[in-house]
């Protein structure tokens, strides 16, 4: 027996809180006591304009995230109904559409890494030089648009609800894995879980560390897809070719602006959708080769 289809009225009359946004006032005073400690300590774990500027973005993006609501729902609903099957309302149920969903995760920001064009909509995260609790508001006003990696949860039958509540559940957990003042936690902690000194790995811009610990929620991913790399020495933070500006809108577009200029500075479609798709950490050589190529016609 196949089950009743929703409608998007039918979820949306839930109403639904916003689990982020009850929660910013917390994070924001969590962030000041940060703060605090660091000036108090003499650690260099802040810049004040670059916290400002996080804190910018990150207001945006809950404004940007309740808008686009119906959207979202909209998707995901569209590919739960899809399928004739679904999951029980159990806690067993959130249980695996945390797992589920974080691998999915994994695979988003994994792509986001290896692919200009999601790169695109995940730079802003990256381009602070310091790593503390204000960098996880850094989420990318473009960032909306890899809700399609998140289709293999609806067409797995859990209901728009549940996706909503564990996806709310899993971008808080990023919350606390940004900090310096956490160090490496007990083994069965560190090799299950995505803690603070796996996150500043993956935030470094020290060459070992580039491209490693994807995980969200969980690490097992990077351990099972060989992207894993343990914190060795104090990570450098920030982008290999650092943007210098606390400006918002340069923050969120500086990475589509250079694609723009690279596709209309192109000489054919292949160099066109090369300079858009390729592997951005292959970038300059990509340029190279074309440029060779076109010396060589010459």
Same mark, same amino acid.
């Given at each position: 027996?196949?089950?009743?289809?929703?409608?998007?009225?039918?979820?949306?009359?839930?109403?639904?809180?916003?689990?982020?946004?009850?929660?910013?006032?917390?994070?924001? #005073?969590?962030?000041?006591?940060?703060?605090?400690?660091?000036?108090?300590?003499?650690?260099?774990?802040?810049?004040?304009?670059?916290?400002?500027?996080?804190?910018?973005?990150?207001?945006?993006?809950?404004?940007?995230?309740?808008?686009?609501?119906?959207?979202?729902? #909209?998707?995901?609903?569209?590919?739960?109904?899809?399928?004739?099957?679904?999951?029980?309302?159990?806690?067993?149920?959130?249980?695996?559409?945390?797992?589920?969903?974080?691998?999915?995760?994994?695979?988003?920001?994994?792509?986001?890494?290896?692919?200009?064009?999601?790169?695109?909509?995940?730079?802003?995260?990256?381009?602070?030089?310091?790593?503390?609790?204000?960098?996880?508001?850094?989420?990318?006003?473009?960032?909306?648009?890899?809700?399609?990696?998140?289709?293999?949860?609806?067409?797995? #039958?859990?209901?728009?609800?549940?996706?909503?509540?564990?996806?709310?559940?899993?971008?808080?957990?990023?919350?606390?894995?940004?900090?310096?003042?956490?160090?490496?936690?007990?083994?069965?902690?560190?090799?299950?879980?995505?803690?603070?000194?796996?996150?500043?790995?993956?935030?470094?811009?020290?060459?070992?560390?580039?491209?490693?610990?994807?995980?969200?929620?969980?690490?097992?991913?990077?351990?099972?897809?060989?992207?894993?790399?343990?914190?060795?020495?104090?990570?450098?933070? #920030?982008?290999?070719?650092?943007?210098?500006?606390?400006?918002?809108?340069?923050?969120?577009?500086?990475?589509?602006?250079?694609?723009?200029?690279?596709?209309?500075?192109?000489?054919?479609?292949?160099?066109?959708?090369?300079?858009?798709?390729?592997?951005?950490?292959?970038?300059?050589?990509?340029?190279?080769?074309?440029?060779?190529?076109?010396?060589?016609?010459?």
């Amino acid at each position: 027996m196949s089950k009743e289809k929703l409608t998007l009225d039918q979820v949306l009359s839930l109403d639904l809180p916003n689990i982020i946004l009850f929660a910013a006032p917390v994070m924001i #005073g969590l962030v000041a006591l940060e703060w605090f400690l660091s000036y108090k300590e003499k650690k260099d774990y802040y810049d004040g304009k670059d916290t400002i500027a996080a804190t910018v973005i990150g207001l945006v993006n809950v404004a940007m995230s309740a808008g686009l609501k119906v959207i979202t729902f #909209g998707v995901i609903l569209f590919f739960y109904n899809l399928v004739p099957w679904s999951f029980p309302n159990t806690w067993w149920s959130f249980v695996v559409c945390l797992f589920w969903l974080d691998f999915w995760r994994y695979w988003a920001h994994r792509i986001s890494h290896e692919n200009r064009f999601w790169w695109a909509t995940h730079v802003t995260h990256h381009n602070s030089e310091k790593y503390n609790w204000s960098v996880s508001f850094r989420l990318s006003w473009t960032q909306h648009i890899k809700i399609i990696f998140f289709i293999p949860v609806a067409l797995a #039958g859990f209901h728009p609800v549940m996706f909503f509540i564990v996806h709310q559940l899993a971008v808080l957990y990023q919350f606390w894995i940004h900090t310096e003042y956490i160090d490496k936690l007990p083994r069965p902690i560190e090799y299950i879980f995505t803690t603070p000194s796996h996150h500043r790995v993956h935030h470094a811009s020290n060459e070992k560390y580039l491209d490693k610990n994807y995980g969200s929620t969980f690490i097992i991913w990077d351990r099972m897809f060989g992207t894993f790399m343990p914190e060795e020495e104090r990570p450098a933070y #920030g982008l290999t070719k650092q943007v210098k500006s606390y400006n918002p809108l340069t923050l969120n577009f500086h990475e589509w602006a250079d694609i723009f200029r690279d596709v209309k500075n192109s000489s054919s479609l292949k160099e066109a959708f090369a300079m858009v798709f390729t592997r951005p950490s292959e970038l300059q050589e990509m340029k190279a080769k074309f440029k060779e190529k076109e010396r060589v016609k010459v």
